[in-house]
Protein backbone atom coordinates (compact mmCIF):
# COMPACT_ATOMS: atom_id res chain seq x y z
CA UNK A 1 0.00 0.00 0.00
CA UNK A 2 0.97 3.62 -0.63
CA UNK A 3 1.71 6.24 1.99
CA UNK A 4 -0.58 8.85 0.80
CA UNK A 5 -3.42 9.99 3.43
CA UNK A 6 -5.68 11.41 0.61
CA UNK A 7 -9.04 10.41 2.67
CA UNK A 8 -7.53 11.75 5.70
CA UNK A 9 -6.14 14.40 4.27
CA UNK A 10 -9.73 15.50 2.49
CA UNK A 11 -11.23 14.70 5.75
CA UNK A 12 -8.99 17.65 7.73
CA UNK A 13 -9.61 20.10 5.24
CA UNK A 14 -13.67 20.04 4.84
CA UNK A 15 -13.91 20.46 8.85
CA UNK A 16 -10.73 23.43 8.24
CA UNK A 17 -13.29 24.81 6.04
CA UNK A 18 -16.19 23.98 7.71
CA UNK A 19 -14.62 25.85 11.11
CA UNK A 20 -13.58 28.76 9.17
CA UNK A 21 -17.22 29.64 7.68
CA UNK A 22 -18.77 29.03 10.97
CA UNK A 23 -16.42 31.66 12.57
CA UNK A 24 -18.23 34.02 9.78
CA UNK A 25 -21.57 33.07 9.71
CA UNK A 26 -22.84 34.18 13.08
CA UNK A 27 -23.97 30.47 14.11
CA UNK A 28 -25.88 29.73 11.61
CA UNK A 29 -23.69 26.55 10.42
CA UNK A 30 -24.30 25.25 14.32
CA UNK A 31 -28.15 26.23 14.14
CA UNK A 32 -28.56 23.56 11.38
CA UNK A 33 -25.74 21.22 11.60
CA UNK A 34 -25.41 20.25 16.00
CA UNK A 35 -27.87 16.97 16.54
CA UNK A 36 -30.17 16.64 19.63
CA UNK A 37 -32.72 13.99 20.10
CA UNK A 38 -34.63 16.95 19.28
CA UNK A 39 -33.48 17.34 16.19
CA UNK A 40 -33.51 14.27 15.33
CA UNK A 41 -36.46 12.24 16.11
CA UNK A 42 -39.21 15.24 16.03
CA UNK A 43 -37.81 17.39 13.57
CA UNK A 44 -36.72 14.53 11.35
CA UNK A 45 -33.45 16.16 10.35
CA UNK A 46 -31.87 13.16 9.91
CA UNK A 47 -28.81 14.95 8.01
CA UNK A 48 -27.46 16.24 11.20
CA UNK A 49 -25.93 12.24 11.98
CA UNK A 50 -23.32 13.64 9.39
CA UNK A 51 -23.72 17.41 9.58
CA UNK A 52 -22.53 17.67 13.09
CA UNK A 53 -19.47 15.41 12.51
CA UNK A 54 -18.21 18.47 10.15
CA UNK A 55 -18.36 21.04 13.57
CA UNK A 56 -16.08 22.22 15.90
CA UNK A 57 -17.13 24.65 18.82
CA UNK A 58 -13.98 26.24 19.21
CA UNK A 59 -10.19 25.85 17.67
CA UNK A 60 -8.71 23.82 20.56
CA UNK A 61 -12.00 21.07 19.78
CA UNK A 62 -10.92 21.70 15.85
CA UNK A 63 -6.68 21.05 16.51
CA UNK A 64 -7.12 18.24 18.67
CA UNK A 65 -9.67 16.29 16.43
CA UNK A 66 -7.65 17.22 13.54
CA UNK A 67 -4.29 16.20 15.17
CA UNK A 68 -5.34 12.91 16.21
CA UNK A 69 -7.03 12.70 13.07
CA UNK A 70 -4.37 13.64 11.06
CA UNK A 71 -1.90 10.93 13.40
CA UNK A 72 -4.42 7.74 12.92
CA UNK A 73 -4.75 8.78 8.93
CA UNK A 74 -0.89 8.23 8.45
CA UNK A 75 -1.07 4.93 10.63
CA UNK A 76 -4.49 3.29 9.26
CA UNK A 77 -4.94 5.04 5.72
CA UNK A 78 -2.07 2.92 4.37
CA UNK A 79 -3.22 -0.31 5.44
CA UNK A 80 -6.36 -0.35 4.98
CA UNK A 81 -6.77 1.89 1.87
CA UNK A 82 -8.74 5.91 0.98
CA UNK A 83 -12.10 4.06 0.45
CA UNK A 84 -11.71 1.71 3.67
CA UNK A 85 -10.35 4.68 5.72
CA UNK A 86 -12.93 6.82 4.62
CA UNK A 87 -16.18 4.91 5.45
CA UNK A 88 -14.68 3.56 8.66
CA UNK A 89 -14.64 7.43 9.54
CA UNK A 90 -18.03 7.74 8.39
CA UNK A 91 -19.73 4.76 10.10
CA UNK A 92 -17.71 5.35 13.19
CA UNK A 93 -19.18 8.96 13.46
CA UNK A 94 -22.75 8.10 12.50
CA UNK A 95 -22.72 5.42 15.07
CA UNK A 96 -21.16 7.50 17.67
CA UNK A 97 -23.95 9.86 17.33
CA UNK A 98 -26.55 7.26 17.08
CA UNK A 99 -25.55 6.28 20.66
CA UNK A 100 -25.13 9.29 21.69
CA UNK A 101 -28.70 10.49 21.01
CA UNK A 102 -29.99 7.47 22.73
CA UNK A 103 -28.11 7.60 26.06
CA UNK A 104 -29.06 11.63 26.41
CA UNK A 105 -32.85 10.40 26.02
CA UNK A 106 -32.11 7.75 28.37
CA UNK A 107 -30.84 10.97 30.83
CA UNK A 108 -33.61 13.18 29.82
CA UNK A 109 -31.21 15.68 27.66
CA UNK A 110 -33.93 15.96 24.59
CA UNK A 111 -32.35 19.29 23.65
CA UNK A 112 -28.58 19.24 23.95
CA UNK A 113 -27.32 19.49 21.00
CA UNK A 114 -23.25 18.61 19.91
CA UNK A 115 -21.27 18.70 17.33
CA UNK A 116 -17.40 17.61 16.81
CA UNK A 117 -15.30 15.00 14.91
CA UNK A 118 -14.77 12.80 18.17
CA UNK A 119 -17.08 9.83 17.21
CA UNK A 120 -15.29 9.19 14.34
CA UNK A 121 -11.52 9.73 15.62
CA UNK A 122 -12.63 7.23 18.51
CA UNK A 123 -13.83 5.53 15.91
CA UNK A 124 -10.44 5.54 13.67
CA UNK A 125 -8.61 4.41 17.45
CA UNK A 126 -11.07 1.12 17.15
CA UNK A 127 -10.02 0.42 13.90
CA UNK A 128 -6.78 0.58 14.93
CA UNK A 129 -7.21 -1.70 17.86
CA UNK A 130 -8.54 -3.80 15.09
CA UNK A 131 -5.43 -3.60 12.78
CA UNK A 132 -3.06 -4.15 16.27
CA UNK A 133 -4.61 -7.83 17.08
CA UNK A 134 -5.44 -8.88 13.14
CA UNK A 135 -1.90 -7.75 11.77
CA UNK A 136 0.67 -8.01 14.61
CA UNK A 137 4.31 -6.92 13.64
CA UNK A 138 3.13 -4.75 10.85
CA UNK A 139 2.54 -2.21 13.54
CA UNK A 140 5.34 -2.50 15.72
CA UNK A 141 5.23 0.29 18.22
CA UNK A 142 0.89 -0.24 18.11
CA UNK A 143 -0.39 -2.80 20.77
CA UNK A 144 -3.65 -3.85 21.80
CA UNK A 145 -3.08 -3.10 25.34
CA UNK A 146 -1.30 0.54 24.53
CA UNK A 147 -4.22 1.26 22.52
CA UNK A 148 -6.62 0.36 25.14
CA UNK A 149 -5.04 2.39 27.83
CA UNK A 150 -5.00 5.19 25.76
CA UNK A 151 -9.02 4.60 24.90
CA UNK A 152 -9.75 3.84 28.75
CA UNK A 153 -7.52 7.26 29.89
CA UNK A 154 -9.06 9.50 27.11
CA UNK A 155 -12.70 8.33 28.29
CA UNK A 156 -11.78 8.69 31.56
CA UNK A 157 -10.41 12.19 31.85
CA UNK A 158 -12.88 13.88 29.93
CA UNK A 159 -15.50 11.75 32.35
CA UNK A 160 -17.57 14.57 34.11
CA UNK A 161 -17.00 17.29 31.47
CA UNK A 162 -20.59 18.68 30.42
CA UNK A 163 -19.11 19.70 27.03
CA UNK A 164 -17.54 16.38 25.86
CA UNK A 165 -19.90 13.96 24.58
CA UNK A 166 -19.01 10.74 25.76
CA UNK A 167 -21.76 8.42 24.72
CA UNK A 168 -20.13 9.31 20.91
CA UNK A 169 -16.75 8.65 21.68
CA UNK A 170 -17.86 5.20 23.74
CA UNK A 171 -19.98 4.43 20.88
CA UNK A 172 -17.54 5.44 18.32
CA UNK A 173 -14.79 3.41 19.93
CA UNK A 174 -17.16 0.35 19.86
CA UNK A 175 -19.07 1.02 15.64
CA UNK A 176 -14.80 1.55 15.27
CA UNK A 177 -13.52 -1.42 16.29
CA UNK A 178 -16.97 -3.92 15.06
CA UNK A 179 -15.79 -2.23 11.28
CA UNK A 180 -12.19 -2.62 11.48
CA UNK A 181 -12.92 -6.05 12.57
CA UNK A 182 -14.79 -6.25 9.47
CA UNK A 183 -12.24 -4.95 7.47
CA UNK A 184 -9.53 -6.82 8.28
CA UNK A 185 -11.53 -10.20 7.66
CA UNK A 186 -12.66 -9.21 4.74
CA UNK A 187 -8.62 -8.57 3.89
CA UNK A 188 -8.14 -11.39 5.02
CA UNK A 189 -10.32 -12.96 2.84
CA UNK A 190 -9.48 -11.11 -0.36
CA UNK A 191 -5.95 -12.02 0.03
CA UNK A 192 -5.75 -15.84 0.84
CA UNK A 193 -9.40 -16.97 -0.58
CA UNK A 194 -8.85 -15.79 -4.21
Not at 105 to 112: A, F, K, L, Q
Not at 136 to 165: E, F, K, M
Request: proline content about 2%; some cysteine.
Amino acid sequence: MNNKWYASGFIIVINIILFLLCTFDGGMLYNIGGISPYSFFEEKEYYRLVSSMFLHGDIQHLVNNMLLLFGLGLMIEKEIGHLAFAAAYMVSGIGGNIISLFFKIHIGEWYVESIGASGAVFGLIGVLLMLALFLRGRLPNVTPIRILIVIAYSIYSNWGNGRIDNAAHFGGVIVGATAGAAICLIKHYITYKL
